[in-house]
């Protein structure tokens, strides 16, 4: 949250308002090793919210269905990149069926501040939608639209 537009995560997080009884929202920052324990527990889906750089117009929203690689040995767990605690993930054989990456193209995921830019700012919503729509496809139900307690 303090690198710019890499705080696009937590700030869709923090948006995401009332979601149904199963499903969590679990801000792990840049602790990889948090979210591997996490899906170490067990869960039937994942969606991982970030910054990704794939050369669009800064604000662009994706959703990705990463192809997960084999495992391969991660130097720093700490530091893991969604890509990594994936692959360990799958090596470990806790890697949910159902996994998406909803992504937001960042002007800036590197400079020290707290602000997000214009661009990332006006993407939340979308980004919102997106992972609510992702949640009642997979739960088979509509979610609530009033904002609430996670």
């Known amino acids: 949250m303090l690198r710019g537009d890499d705080g696009f995560?937590?700030?869709?997080?923090?948006?995401?308002?009332?979601?149904?009884?199963?499903?969590?929202?679990?801000?792990?920052?840049?602790?990889?090793?948090?979210?591997?324990?996490?899906l170490l527990v067990g869960c039937d889906g994942l969606i991982v919210v970030d910054a990704v750089d794939r050369g669009a117009a800064p604000g662009t929203v994706f959703a990705i269905q990463p192809e997960v690689a084999d495992y391969d040995?991660?130097?720093d767990m700490h530091l893991a990149t969604p890509e990594r605690v994936l692959s360990m993930a799958k090596g470990l054989g806790c890697l949910p069926a159902c996994v998406l990456l909803v992504g937001c193209q960042p002007v800036d995921a590197e400079s020290l501040g707290a602000q997000l830019s214009p661009e990332v700012e006006g993407a939340l919503e979308v980004a919102v939608q997106q992972v609510r729509e992702v949640v009642e496809e997979w739960l088979g139900k509509e979610l609530a639209d009033s904002p609430g307690d996670r």
């Open 9 to 38: 995560g937590p700030a869709v997080a923090a948006r995401l308002g009332r979601l149904p009884a199963g499903v969590e929202v679990l801000e792990t920052g840049i602790g990889g090793i948090a979210l591997l324990q996490e």
């Open 73 to 75: 040995n991660v130097p």
